[in-house]
């Protein structure tokens, strides 16, 4: 005899239509807002080095020191005409032309130059550039008027750290439009080959648009406010993590809303049926990434510091949006969301099979996948560990100490070809001197010092205005300016000021002079990245216990154990080892990256594990929820069954948008979005699919430990169909 469903009792219309027309328009406006703000972060965003320095380095106060000597802060530009041949006396004239044609532009203090060459085969000018002016700006300024003065047949460059922050700023200008669009459009893709509809994928995608336009007025806010520091790094990583996860946690509630309409007719039971059985697990992952985010905020690096809180409010407002306006959408559409394939109704006895393997009602890839953990659970895990040992040990052909900033772009660069042109035919150091803080009274024996050091071709005091103190030199400056007893040395190097050569000239320098001079400090461009390097590395040893730590505090609150959250962990950590061994080896070999940026290892760990516990959390959590029903065996199947399909689709569709950053020709971002891509696709298809279900089927109840599920009267019962802990509340609340 055919079974019917009971009637369901009728919604009130407050519920039914009023609630989810108002949220909707709640989010249309905030969406109206955000939308037309994305255009305007550049207007709070800043790419010079002052946005990654490490708050508390020597550099750091060396740079302090440096804005008391003068009036306003300056970013040189370095101004190369090179020639195959010496210049002739009538080309050093127009050379030197090109003075009172660069003056004429009012960019910013006096310009220094030309400078000839040893070999008379170049001159060079540095140009400083008032900071508050449009640096980008500046330098096409000075690109056109270089080309277009200098003598025939010459080469012109514009370089030094201006011209390599405005070559930077190019590169990122794919992060408003290209970037989204390439992320969007991959989205989308896969959402209409996993929904095979052709409404549901517009609605999911517009809650993770209308949860980044939210995102961005929120970080501009913040940003226009002071309260964080906007790069184009964070402003790249936004876009895409709020797209990814919002995706996520949509795939995940839409999941258990299509479950929920094989229940109902009644769309509105469904959709609340629905975000009640999605909400703790949602909640629980938003609040981990949050936080591990959030961790972040206890780097020294500055531009550390600011991706945390960036990135923790993208989280937020995905959240958010899955939570309530996916909800609103699905409530208002219901059935005719999944037009052309609608869920059906099924009767009272086909909803939910009894269990006693765990493999009954069950299809397909997952059940063999279910199939084989149930046979060989040990055999399984165990391959699976060594699988990811063995790809761990590319770790040990990581270089992230960091690299040449002329590395950095990927693409043709002006500036990358100028620093060449530099190191031709000048001290590859000029036009980016390393800064020496010295005191008054032993100025001239650190100046000493500094000249006989290896590495430095050249070293003087600085006078008022910032011109060389050059001793016994007409018409230069007889005393250098002196502020609170302190005075500044500029040290040229003999190597690029971004080369692993002249970090460690800086390293020798500061050494030797402090025999001199014991408060002595020594910054610059080179100082700087060396600064950055080393705290990069000190904070991996800081940051990564911490985020562990958090990580495992709230997988005990939402699993109410002890033994499964540990094991949780380690296999994300280990999950994100065997991704940076891969990493490695395919940037040495493949990709022939000449090493990574000190912050990737970082960065790369606390998307990996965060991201990858998110994943755990949407499994394990489903699988307790069985577990209460059908005993923990059964339920590590079902589990993995009824979550197999959604949670792909989400780690798909999250390796298909953090590949996305590899549109924008950063060496930082091409590394982390191939780090993240891979780690997320091996956390879903090996780790969650097989390694987790597997250990845990292979432990049976004590995974629970040392909760009440985890006493093996109870799982008995559980297995029996008899009422267990905790099955009441599970089913009070909507979860079936």
């Not at 689709?649 to 999250?654: F, H, K």
Request: charged letters at 15%.
């Amino acid at each position: 005899m055919k079974t019917t469903s009971p009637p369901t009792p009728r919604v009130p219309f407050w519920l039914r239509w009023l609630i989810p027309a108002v949220l909707v328009v709640a989010w249309l406006a905030i969406a109206g807002i955000g939308g037309p703000t994305f255009g305007r972060l550049s207007e709070v965003s800043s790419n010079d080095q002052a946005s990654f320095l490490p708050a508390g380095a020597e550099a750091t106060e060396a740079q302090d020191w440096q804005a008391k000597f003068r009036d306003s802060k300056e970013i040189p530009a370095v101004i190369v005409v090179e020639s195959d041949a010496a210049f002739t006396p009538a080309e050093l004239g127009e050379a030197a032309a090109l003075k009172g044609r660069l003056e004429a532009l009012q960019v910013g203090s006096t310009v220094i130059g030309p400078i000839p060459s040893a070999d008379a085969k170049a001159v060079q000018f540095v140009v400083p550039i008032a900071s508050s002016a449009e640096v980008k700006a500046v330098v096409k300024d000075l690109r056109s008027e270089i080309q277009a003065s200098a003598p025939a047949g010459m080469r012109t460059f514009v370089t030094g750290p201006a011209g390599l922050t405005a070559d930077l700023a190019s590169a990122f200008a794919g992060i408003d439009g290209i970037l989204l669009l390439v992320a969007l459009g991959a989205v989308f893709l896969i959402l209409l080959i996993v929904y095979r509809s052709l409404l549901l994928p517009v609605l999911v995608l517009l809650t993770s648009v209308f949860a980044l336009c939210a995102a961005i007025l929120l970080v501009f806010s913040m940003a226009k406010a002071g309260w964080i520091q906007l790069n184009g790094q964070s402003q790249g990583i936004l876009s895409i993590l709020v797209i990814g996860a919002a995706t996520d946690y949509a795939l995940l509630y839409v999941a258990r809303f299509r479950e929920a309409l094989t229940h109902t007719t009644n769309r509105t039971a469904a959709a609340i049926t629905a975000w009640k059985a999605a909400w703790e697990p949602i909640l629980a992952s938003g609040a981990t990434v949050i936080i591990a985010l959030l961790c972040l905020l206890f780097s020294d690096l500055n531009s550390n510091k600011a991706l945390g809180p960036v990135a923790a409010a993208g989280i937020l407002c995905a959240l958010f949006a899955a939570l309530t306006l996916l909800p609103a959408l699905m409530a208002l559409f219901g059935r005719a969301a999944f037009w052309p394939f609608r869920p059906k109704l099924l009767p009272e006895t086909e909803r939910e099979p009894e269990l006693v393997t765990g493999l009954e009602g069950q299809k397909g890839l997952w059940r063999a996948t279910g199939s084989l953990v149930s046979r060989r659970p040990r055999a399984v895990w165990v391959a699976s560990v060594l699988l990811l040992l063995v790809a761990g040990t590319g770790l040990l052909q990581l270089k992230a100490n960091g690299v040449a900033q002329t590395d950095v772009i990927l693409t043709a660069s002006n500036a990358v070809d100028g620093q060449e042109a530099l190191g031709r035919h000048f001290d590859a150091g000029s036009g980016s001197p390393a800064v020496i803080v010295a005191d008054e009274a032993k100025a001239q024996d650190v100046l000493a010092k500094a000249k006989a050091s290896d590495g430095v071709g050249d070293a003087y005091l600085l006078a008022e205005g910032g011109a060389p103190v050059i001793a016994g030199a007409p018409g230069a400056p007889a005393a250098p300016a002196v502020r609170d007893g302190k005075v500044l040395i500029n040290a040229t190097l003999n190597y690029a000021a971004d080369s692993n050569d002249a970090e460690n000239v800086v390293l020798s320098l500061r050494q030797e002079l402090r025999t001199v001079d014991s408060g002595v400090l020594v910054g610059g461009v080179t100082a700087t990245a060396l600064d950055t390097n080393t705290t990069a590395q000190r904070d991996l040893v800081t940051i990564i216990p911490v985020v562990l730590g958090v990580i495992l505090v709230i997988l005990m609150l939402l699993l109410r154990s002890v033994l499964a959250p540990a094991l949780l962990v380690a296999s994300v950590v280990l999950s994100y080892g065997a991704a940076m061994g891969v990493s490695a080896f395919v940037f040495n070999n493949i990709f022939g990256f000449p090493g990574a940026d000190a912050t990737v290892p970082l960065f790369g760990f606390v998307f990996l594990v965060a991201l990858g516990v998110d994943y755990n959390i949407f499994l394990m959590s489903r699988v307790r929820e069985e577990s209460i029903k059908h005993g923990t065996r059964a339920g590590v199947l079902r589990g993995l069954a009824v979550t197999g399909g959604v949670i792909t689709s989400a780690g798909v569709i999250l390796a298909a948008t953090f590949a996305a950053l590899g549109v924008i020709p950063i060496m930082f971002l091409v590394q982390l979005a191939f780090i993240v891509a891979f780690g997320v696709l091996l956390d879903t298809v090996l780790v969650r699919s097989l390694l987790v279900p597997a250990l845990a089927y292979d432990i049976g109840p004590r995974i629970w430990w040392p909760g009440k599920l985890g006493r093996p009267e109870n799982d008995a019962a559980a297995r029996a169909g008899a009422p267990s802990p905790r099955r009441a509340d599970s089913e009070e609340a909507g979860v079936r």
